[in-house]
């Protein structure tokens, strides 16, 4: 008989760690990303660029199917929805530095990162909230 699966503090932040990691080396603001790489080669079609484009594509493909699975679409849309609002709220106080480009894209990334961890993470906690729920 199997045990359980329950979801750890480390389990979380290894999904978040694997989500920060598809969605950053895929872009971010400095040019250790696969975008900027791409574009410095005028996004030619080489063997290395193609392969490493095809792993982040797996690395997408699986953050996104657990998370759509877990929360669905809507789900994902309502979490999406929530931190753009968020964020438009704390910009219009004026905390957020929307002139700063890379500082934005910083937030966006994190944001990703965090969504599709929350996702990944969402089957475990709705599973152990039904089986540990009350009498």
Not at 20 to 26: I, M, Q, R
Not at 42 to 59: A, D, H, K, S, Y
Not at 61 to 77: E, H, K, Q
Request: glycine content about 10%; charged content about 10%; some cysteine.
């Amino acid at each position: 008989m199997v045990a359980s699966a329950r979801l750890t503090l480390g389990g979380f932040l290894a999904r978040f760690a694997f989500a920060l990691l598809v969605a950053g080396a895929t872009y971010n603001p400095t040019r250790y990303s696969y975008y900027a790489w791409a574009k410095s080669t005028g996004f030619e079609w080489r063997p290395p660029t193609v392969f490493v484009g095809v792993v982040l594509l797996i690395g997408w493909f699986v953050c996104l199917r657990l998370t759509l699975r877990s929360m669905g679409g809507l789900g994902l849309l309502l979490a999406n929805a929530f931190l753009a609002a968020l964020y438009w709220l704390v910009a219009s106080w004026g905390w957020l530095p929307i002139e700063n480009v890379a500082a934005i894209s910083w937030l966006g990334l994190f944001s990703v990162a965090a969504i599709l961890a929350v996702g990944m993470s969402w089957s475990y906690w709705r599973r152990s909230s039904t089986t540990t729920g009350s009498p």
